[in-house]
């Protein structure tokens, strides 16, 4: 009889295990909290979301939907908890952070086939009927960082970064307005901070000119870019970016305005939002000093500033199978950020897959990855491609499922059809 070890409790891990647990087996899930924390980590929840609260887009016709939907078919933990505390947030799927954490907490704590301990896990060596799946995380140090550096001879690593939120209370409406984009969703969703042109300008001012918390130049995952580094490509490069105002209407103009901050509502209650695309490496005074400038905020409550954190992620396409499973070692396998999927679904995606797949291997069957015309397959197989030779993290998007033929021209039904095609593939 194999053995089953995870190593980490995020969203990866727990996927993982709950994999195997429903599978019939048992498995050992270690977790080193609450006697070490990461710099980004808070709570002694498993499942912690440290970043943002949205876990992307929720209608299927998008590629993070799709992800989803795909994700429940194949019988996710993650899911399912997520649907069922969900905040407004317009089409995208938020959820009170902390009660989704609890929740999947209560839910992995409570399943009889899953035995946690909590430890440090700094030693690479499974046993010979051991099966084990390495879900660290993109912060993973230490000396479990120099065993999978070894292990896997090179590690990659970027910088990522979370937003500030702020008191709804704190926020002024007589500037600020409520609405989603192109009335997408209620008004209670998100909070507009309108910027006219002058005030635009000096605020991206002060914004390039204000000083980081952390000194040297490093790279960052695209989708992640702290707000000052992305002023510091041009002028408008915000206001095409986080701050586009486009599908929106300030009430107090009748116009649309130059350029615009979203907050998006933080917990069911309501009480807590924070600055969507607003991630930053700013120095809280600078944070304080340079956002109070954004209409709408000058009295803001900041219930938490932006953070900087290391992120790590080894180089998949060489020692990865499409399986998520070690090329030299096939009893070991990565799951989460830690392979190079970027984002909280993608991560879990990946949990399942491996869990899965663990599985599959213990009881010496072919393990499995999914078509390439589905979002997950697609991922699986972008992590494990050779003929990529400067791996970045990659999260759900459509570029990445071969094309639909005959070529359909409208973005909306293409898509819709991509959605289509790849859900015929995992039946409910």
Request: net charge negative; proline share 5%; with cysteine.
């Amino acid at each position: 009889m194999k053995k089953f070890t995870v190593v980490g409790a995020g969203l990866a891990g727990c996927e993982a295990a709950w994999q195997i647990a429903q599978s019939g087996y048992d498995v050992t899930l270690v977790e080193m909290k609450p006697l070490k924390h990461s710099p980004a980590h808070k709570t002694e929840y498993f499942a912690e979301l440290v970043c943002s609260n949205s876990l992307k887009a929720a209608r299927i016709e998008s590629a993070a939907g799709l992800l989803k939907e795909e994700m429940f078919r194949l019988g996710s933990l993650c899911v399912p908890v997520a649907r069922d505390c969900a905040v407004p947030a317009g089409g995208a799927l938020a959820v009170d952070r902390e009660v989704f954490a609890k929740t999947v907490t209560d839910k992995i704590t409570s399943n009889p086939k899953i035995n946690i301990e909590h430890r440090v896990y700094d030693k690479i060596e499974p046993e010979k009927d051991e099966i084990l799946i390495i879900a660290t995380g993109p912060l993973t140090d230490g000396a479990l960082s120099d065993e999978i550096q070894k292990l896997c001879n090179n590690m990659l690593s970027f910088y990522d970064a979370a937003a500030p939120i702020v008191t709804a209370q704190s926020v002024d409406m007589n500037k600020a307005f409520g609405a989603s984009r192109y009335d997408r969703g209620g008004e209670a969703d998100y909070i507009n901070c309108p910027f006219n042109k002058a005030e635009y300008e000096s605020f991206i001012d002060e914004l390039v000119h204000a000083e980081g918390a952390i000194t040297h130049d490093f790279d960052v995952y695209e989708g992640c870019m702290p707000i000052e580094k992305l002023a510091k490509r041009g002028l408008d490069a915000p206001r095409f970016g986080p701050m586009k105002p486009v599908g929106l209407v300030d009430p107090n103009t009748g116009h649309r305005p130059w350029a615009c901050v979203q907050l998006r509502r933080e917990n069911d209650a309501g009480t807590m939002f924070n600055l969507v695309g607003f991630q930053t490496n700013l120095k809280f005074g600078e944070q304080k000093r340079v956002f109070s400038m954004i209409p709408g905020l000058e009295n803001a409550e900041f219930v938490r500033y932006g953070v900087m954190h290391r992120n790590t992620f080894i180089d998949s396409p060489r020692v990865l199978n499409s399986d998520f499973s070690l090329r030299k070692n096939r009893n070991i396998f990565f799951a989460g950020q830690i392979t190079g999927v970027e984002g909280y679904m993608e991560s879990a995606a990946s949990g399942i897959m491996a869990g899965k797949n663990a599985v599959l291997c213990a009881e010496g069957k072919d393990t499995v990855t999914l078509s390439e015309l589905t979002m997950i397959g697609a991922l699986s197989r972008y992590i494990s491609d050779e003929s990529v030779t400067d791996f970045q993290p990659m999260g759900a998007n459509f570029g990445i499922l071969p094309p639909i033929e005959p070529k359909i021209r409208d973005k909306k039904q293409r898509y819709a059809a991509l959605a289509q095609r790849a859900l015929k593939l995992i039946e409910p």
